[in-house]
């Protein structure tokens, strides 16, 4: 693998992490990789922006690529860390052991965390939005924003080439190979990448959503030519296409008010399902074929048979969710109730929400659900619970309630 000329002076560097059993932050599948990105930028002075952390090959394919430039660790003068997450900074120890006085820039929440996190105390430099960095010939501007991921984090522009490296900022999963940039990707790949984006997004910044929109208006001055995220994809045909993708996820669960609110949402229903022994399920095949008569298109997801990362994705953007559950031991079934654990830690909020289920003996799961949903200003329609089997009755009841909730989302 070969380091990717960007602009004059500038390369990108990457390791694609490829290992199928390889978890993002130890918890999120990685079923089509995910890229480490870092930049060198070289005026008189050469630059490192982000790093990587030693992961599989990471190291290898890091210092191949730094070789094929001609770019010793020993010659580095400054590293820029936009954002002190390790898997952008762990190799900070190795750069330092081979080059004791490399300068580190970072924010003044950076410059605290690498005090604790590394023990590193010398050749600090904290930055706030507005300042620069003179590397002889070419211009670095720093731009605090904060939360998009870390509270420390930073974007840094390149002035001369008009490049906005982004670190997790408008990144996504998915390994890249030999191609680094949008246009080298066909229609086909794109549409991969933006599957594995929003995934990202749900997983890792969706949280945040505030802060991504408060970024994006921080930036809107400037002349972005290219976006170079440190995961994924490096923009420099479309860059905006990126950004304004962002912010569409960012409204999935931030909305504007008044006639706005809830407007970026797709029309879609997200279900998400659990079935001890096919009773629920069976009640929820009438609710679906209630959505199917109006014709409003869904997801569906199994769980515990289908990886939580996947079922944030489709909740976040949906306008409507299924929640099809029976009561396990007078509470919510344990996967689901993770579930819905995981959407209020991610700010999956403002949904139309039908919640369905059987139970055995007695229920329990409608109590638990509606305490562990309070906060998450979902509209709940009803709740619809039978005791075993569903009747016919139940089942009829339930595909009305399928039309009812599919109606909602059509006319929202
Ligand atoms: Fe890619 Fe928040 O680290």
Same mark, same amino acid.
Not at 80 to 100: A, K
Not at 381 to 388: K, L, P, T, V, Y
């Given at each position: ?12 560097? =990457? ?7 390889? $978890?993002?932050?130890?918890? &999120? ?25 030693? &992961? ?27 954002? /002190? ?5 762990? !190799? ?11 300068? +580190? ?18 050749? /600090? ?14 211009? $670095? ?7 998009? =991921? ?19 900022? %408008? ?21 991969? %990448? ?6 990202? !997004? ?21 002349? +972005? ?80 048979? @289908? ?13 409507? /969710? ?5 009561? !396990? ?8 109730? =993770? ?7 991610? =700010? ?8 369905? #289920?059987? &139970?055995?003996?007695?229920? #329990? ?7 562990? @949903?309070?906060?998450?200003? &979902? ?17 009829? +009841? ?15």
């Amino acid at each position: 693998m070969k380091a990717i000329q960007i602009s004059s002076g500038i390369y990108s560097i =990457h390791a694609d992490i490829d290992d199928k059993n390889a $978890l993002f932050e130890g918890f &999120w599948p990685l079923p089509y990789g995910v890229t480490l990105n870092s930049y060198i930028v070289q005026g008189e002075k050469t630059c490192l922006i982000d790093l990587f952390k030693e &992961w599989s090959d990471s190291l290898a394919q890091y210092e191949e690529q730094l070789i094929s430039i001609g770019v010793k660790l020993e010659d580095i003068d400054c590293v820029v860390l936009n954002h /002190l997450e390790p898997d952008h900074t762990d !190799y900070l120890r190795e750069l330092r052991r081979r080059n004791p006085k490399v300068q +580190i820039i970072s924010t003044e929440k950076g410059v605290a965390m690498l005090q604790k996190f590394f023990g590193i105390s010398e050749n /600090l430099r904290s930055v706030k939005t507005g300042d620069t960095l003179d590397l002889g010939g070419r211009t $670095l501007t720093f731009y605090e924003t904060p939360n998009v =991921h870390w509270p420390e984090t930073m974007m840094t522009f390149d002035n001369e080439s008009e490049i906005l490296f982004s670190c997790d900022g %408008f990144g996504s999963y998915g390994s890249l190979g030999e191609k680094v940039f949008d246009d080298e990707f066909s229609a086909e790949e794109h549409l991969k %990448f933006e599957k594995e984006c929003l995934r990202y !997004y749900s997983n890792i910044v969706a949280s945040f959503s505030p802060f991504v929109k408060k970024a994006v208006e921080k930036l809107a001055d400037l002349k +972005i030519k290219v976006v170079a995220p440190s995961h994924g994809i490096i923009w420099r045909s479309e860059p905006k296409k990126v950004i304004e993708r962002y912010l569409r996820y960012a409204g999935y669960n931030t909305p504007g008010s008044g006639q706005d609110q809830g407007s970026s949402l797709e029309k879609e229903i997200c279900i998400v399902w659990s079935s001890m022994y096919g009773y629920t399920k069976k009640g929820l095949d009438a609710v679906i074929e209630g959505i199917k008569e109006i014709g409003v298109p869904f997801s569906i997801h199994q769980l515990p048979q @289908t990886n939580f990362s996947f079922v944030l994705a489709d909740a976040l953007k949906s306008a409507g /969710l299924v929640i099809a559950m029976p009561t !396990y031991e007078y509470k919510m079934f344990p996967p689901m109730a =993770h579930f819905i654990d995981l959407c209020g830690r991610k =700010h999956i909020t403002g949904k139309k929400v039908l919640r369905i #289920g059987s &139970w055995g003996w007695v229920g #329990g799961a409608k109590k638990e659900y509606e305490t562990s @949903t309070a906060a998450l200003n &979902w509209e709940q329609g009803a709740q619809i619970e039978w005791q075993g089997i569903p009747s016919e009755e139940t089942l009829k +009841i339930l595909k009305e309630q399928g039309k009812d909730l599919a109606l909602k989302i059509k006319n929202s």
